[in-house]
């Protein structure tokens, strides 16, 4: 009863083997044909009392349908370790004849000869060093293949079904020892990911060369899921094909660019398709590609984008409360007024307050894609009886290197942390309710030029100059709807100044910020009319220097210089993954500085986290005690479990949650070592 099922020596002796074919080939190059499907499989007639409709031709009758249909041909080059290039020759979107695909040869290669590999999370390959942790195998059966080898079909069972594991089944020839194919599945529980079902994986191989040289011939992903009464699935299929295992690729020609997608690729006709196709189109493919086809040259027609563009700009009462939008789709603008009704706010400064504002946006060329945007507002404050009107004129130049110049003035409430390390819904709420008011406004006079633009990959330069003039404000307001009799509202002083003090005395400066970003190893994808940045496996480095030069006031100039190292999701294996921040910056020489000048910190004083810079910021820190004009340290730490811990609790692992730790840490001439410590889910 206790005799160890014939899998396991099967399965030792596949890990035994596991990196002899992990390391095997060198370098390669082969063919990639990706097609990609993603499907509505239903959906509800409305939602949050909007009606669906057919979304735009999408859905029949059965409220089923294509929703994304899309093949392409690549030239995928691959040198180990981990070195890939993939150039994308020839690209087909239903619908869309000057798109480019978005599949990608690269995602279809899951190589389970690593010990894990990163789906949603990281995921215990079943023939890891360590998969007998993870897995139990069962002997299904066996079979001899066209070639008269011994093939062994085993069953992968997790051990513990909510862990970092996939199931099913697993096919190793018999002597080689190598995975012959595979037919798993991975739910949304296991990656982490509560919109999928199921995904299932899919992958055959093919032997390259004599003897034992195998490689992926076809994988396929297909997968469903569901969100807010959406239900919907998908496929992806990659056919590698072509393989060269001896392509002398030189040194320089792996970069920071893993894929490139040629200028012609989408200018394909049908003829090439038809011949390129290793897998025929279904009859609902074949369909959807007419239908879609056909859609795309009424939607370009100027009758069609006139009848949109009527139907779109027809002004509804609900515009009063919001933004109206009135658009010209064949010259690619669009006019945009934002209604007093929707910038309704309250602070203690302007007391209720109302705002409205306009802008013309428009876009530039079909590759290029360039944008021009010029907006003015303006807004009253009733208790404080003021105006603040200000514009601002930007323009995208260089979309595909972030390249953008703005030129904006006028007059505005601005926090003396310009981070705002809390938001003014947020403040408005605590004012109302809680009779409680954090935030800290000074009044600015402003003309200011910005300029950005990446200059060579992962180095982003923005440079800065701005006339400014500043002066203090007092509260105008003392309304809350609770606490009226039992709270006072602070005044609108930052913690720990009088209003009398120097620091907040009107002053005029000019203000020189710059600024680099350095993403070194920044991995890229090159579009003909735009990057995607994947990121980078090292840290982000941040360096700024600002100058201040007081024209008016009894402050002097200052030189403030920082810099930042920084690494998001940093996978620990199984464990998780770690994300870090530590920062340090000073103030040169001059140190009687207006308090707007001072270096601030993401603190947090209410009882909600509602900022998204959750490893930037700090949960309890005063928002300006510990503001200071010398040196300053901080560091933040924080540790993501991905279900590491909370899959091995047998209710709470249902739940789908992680746990997560955190430290923080502070230190300035002021203030010697301050410390915070976090967990939550």
Same mark, same amino acid.
């Given at each position: 009863a206790n005799a160890e099922d014939p899998a396991y020596p099967i399965i030792r002796n596949a890990i035994a083997k596991r990196k002899y074919y992990l390391n095997q080939v060198e370098e390669y190059k082969c063919d990639v044909y990706v097609k990609g499907s993603i499907k509505m499989l239903d959906a509800p007639e409305r939602i949050l009392g909007q009606d669906i409709g057919d979304m735009e031709g999408m859905l029949d009758s059965t409220r089923q349908g294509i929703l994304y249909l899309s093949e392409s041909v690549s030239e995928y080059y691959f040198k180990a370790p981990d070195k890939t290039k993939e150039v994308m020759i020839s690209s087909k979107v239903a619908g869309n004849d000057n798109g480019f695909s978005f599949n990608s040869a690269t995602d279809m290669e899951m190589n389970f000869y690593r010990n894990r590999v990163e789906i949603g999370?990281? /995921?215990?390959?079943? /023939? +890891?060093? +360590? +998969?007998? !942790?993870?897995?139990?195998?069962r002997l299904e059966g066996s079979f001899f293949d066209e070639d008269k080898r011994l093939i062994y079909k085993i069953n992968v069972v997790p051990k513990n079904a909510s862990g970092p594991v996939v199931a099913g089944a697993i096919y190793i020839a018999d002597g080689s020892w190598n995975i012959y194919s595979t037919d798993l599945f991975i739910?949304?529980? !296991?990656? $982490?990911q509560p919109l999928i079902d199921t995904m299932y994986i899919r992958q055959t191989y093919v032997l390259a060369k004599a003897p034992d040289t195998w490689r992926i011939f076809s994988q396929t992903y297909e997968f469903t899921g569901a969100i807010m009464g959406f239900k919907f699935g998908g496929a992806f299929t990659g056919i590698f094909q072509n393989y060269d295992l001896n392509p002398n690729l030189p040194d320089d020609f792996f970069g920071s660019t893993i894929m490139t997608v040629n200028p012609d690729a989408n200018k394909k006709d049908s003829s090439y398709w038809n011949a390129s196709r290793p897998v025929p189109l279904t009859e609902e493919e074949q369909h959807d590609y007419q239908k879609k086809d056909s859609l795309e040259v009424v939607r370009n027609s100027d009758t069609y984008l006139d009848s949109i563009d009527r139907q779109a700009n027809h002004f509804e009462i609900e515009n009063l409360l919001g933004e109206y939008n009135y658009r010209n789709s064949k010259k690619k603008s669009q006019w945009s007024f934002e209604s007093p009704l929707g910038n309704a706010d309250y602070n203690l400064v302007q007391g209720f307050a109302l705002g409205a504002g306009v802008e013309y946006r428009k876009t530039y060329g079909v590759p290029e894609r360039k944008r021009m945007a010029i907006g003015a507002n303006i807004d009253y404050g009733f208790s404080e009886k003021k105006w603040r009107p200000a514009a601002s004129f930007t323009y995208d130049y260089n979309r595909k290197f972030n390249g953008v110049v703005q030129l904006s003035g006028g007059e505005k409430l601005t926090q003396y942390n310009e981070n705002e390390p809390i938001s003014e819904g947020l403040s408005t709420l605590y004012n109302v309710f809680f009779r409680r008011n954090y935030i800290r406004f000074f009044n600015e006079k402003f003309l200011q030029l910005k300029w950005q633009q990446e200059i060579a990959n992962g180095v982003l330069v923005q440079l800065s100059g701005k006339?400014?003039?500043?002066?203090? $404000?007092? !509260?105008?307001a003392d309304y809350s709807l609770f606490y009226r009799d039992s709270r006072d509202f602070d005044e609108n002083i930052p913690g720990g100044l009088w209003f009398d003090d120097l620091r907040l005395s009107e002053n005029k400066a000019y203000i020189l910020d710059v600024f680099i970003r350095l993403r070194p190893g920044q991995k890229i994808i090159d579009y003909p009319n735009q990057r995607v940045k994947l990121g980078t496996d090292w840290p982000e480095i941040r360096v700024g220097l600002k100058k201040g030069i007081l024209t008016e006031g009894r402050q002097k100039d200052f030189l403030k210089i920082y810099g930042s190292i920084a690494k998001e999701d940093l996978k620990i294996g199984v464990a998780g993954r770690s994300s870090f921040l530590v920062e340090a910056g000073m103030f040169t020489k001059e140190k009687l500085l207006y308090f707007a000048d001072y270096q601030h910190f993401p603190g947090n004083e209410t009882n909600v986290i509602l900022d998204n810079r959750f490893l930037s910021a700090f949960r309890a820190l005063p928002y300006y005690t510990y503001s200071t004009n010398d040196r300053w340290f901080r560091a933040h730490y924080e540790h993501n479990f991905d279900g590491f811990i909370m899959d091995k609790l047998p209710l709470l692992k249902k739940l789908n949650i992680s746990l997560v730790g955190g430290a923080a840490y502070l230190k300035t001439p002021e203030l010697d070592g301050y410390w915070e410590l976090s967990a939550g889910l």
């Open positions: 999370r990281q /995921i215990v390959s079943p /023939i +890891a060093d +360590a +998969a007998f !942790n993870f897995y139990k195998y739910t949304g529980n !296991n990656m $982490l006339r400014t003039q500043r002066s203090f $404000l007092w !509260n105008n």
